[in-house]
């Protein structure tokens, strides 16, 4: 059975970083394109980064140049490293596997909690 689970959320200040991480069991992530996504109260699911198989990346105009997508082969890991973080960014984050054309698919896990707040 194929497994994603997030991790590394939490309450951080405007500005600052956090990094959350995708583990998977059942599947090897390298071979796989992941994207992370987010949902904030009130809003649709939204893709925020893609990593494809060949490593090649994606991001959405928001979090551009401030997200970074990478994977950890040896841990079986997909990360999202995310600095200079705003209160717009507060939403639970999620990872999944993509098909070649980004349609998301398995099942979702719980998310992690981010919330950017003074």
């Known amino acids: 059975q194929v497994q994603l689970v997030e991790s590394g959320g939490g309450l951080v200040q405007p500005g600052g970083s956090l990094r959350l991480s995708c583990a998977a069991s059942?599947?090897?992530?390298?071979?796989?394109?992941v994207g992370w996504y987010r949902q904030a109260p009130g809003k649709q699911r939204e893709l925020v980064a893609r990593l494809a198989i060949g490593g090649s990346t994606n991001y959405a105009g928001s979090v551009k140049g401030r997200f970074t997508i990478f994977r950890d082969n040896a841990k079986n890991t997909v990360y999202l490293q995310m600095n200079n973080l705003k209160p717009e960014d507060t939403a639970v984050y999620y990872c999944?596997?993509?098909?070649?054309?980004?349609?998301?698919?398995?099942?979702w896990g719980q998310g992690t909690q981010v919330t950017v707040s003074a």
């Open positions: 059942g599947t090897f992530l390298g071979n796989n394109a």
């Open positions: 999944i596997r993509l098909t070649s054309s980004s349609t998301p698919y398995g099942s």
